[in-house]
């Protein structure tokens, strides 16, 4: 059985920092590029940071750039959201996804390989 779960989340200070997790199981994860996306109310889901299967290579939203920062262990199959500096802005549903994609690059394979986690609230605020 896939499965995505997020832990992590909370309430924050504006200025502090907060690591989100995500535990994969299921499937093979080093086959998979992991990525979290949030949504806040009222707005759509919006991709944040997403790593290549390997951890090579990554990519930010502008709006994060400097502040957070995605890393996954294999072995343990965890995937990270490091958020640092956060604002209030940052405040919305924390998700991790998952899809499967050719080696280490971006391009993805099959749409039926990707997988989302129910999602972790992330609220700043003082």
């Known amino acids: 059985q896939v499965q995505l779960v997020e832990s992590g989340g909370g309430l924050v200070q504006p200025g502090g920092s907060l690591r989100l997790s995500c535990a994969a199981s299921?499937?093979?994860?080093?086959?998979?590029?992991m990525s979290w996306y949030r949504q806040a109310p009222g707005k759509e889901r919006e991709l944040v940071a997403a790593?290549?299967?390997?951890?090579?290579?990554?990519k930010y939203a502008e709006s994060v750039k400097g502040r957070f920062t995605i890393s996954r262990d294999n072995g343990k199959k965890m995937a990270y959201l490091q958020m640092s500096s956060v604002k209030p802005e940052d405040t919305a549903v924390y998700y991790c996804?998952?899809?499967?994609?050719?080696?280490?690059?971006?391009?993805?394979?099959?749409?039926?390989?990707?997988?989302w986690g129910q999602g972790t609230q992330v609220t700043v605020s003082s």
């Open positions: 790593i290549t299967s390997t951890g090579g290579s990554t």
């Open positions: 996804n998952a899809y499967a994609t050719y080696g280490s690059t971006w391009i993805r394979t099959l749409p039926t390989y990707n997988y």
């Open positions: 299921g499937f093979t994860l080093s086959s998979y590029a």
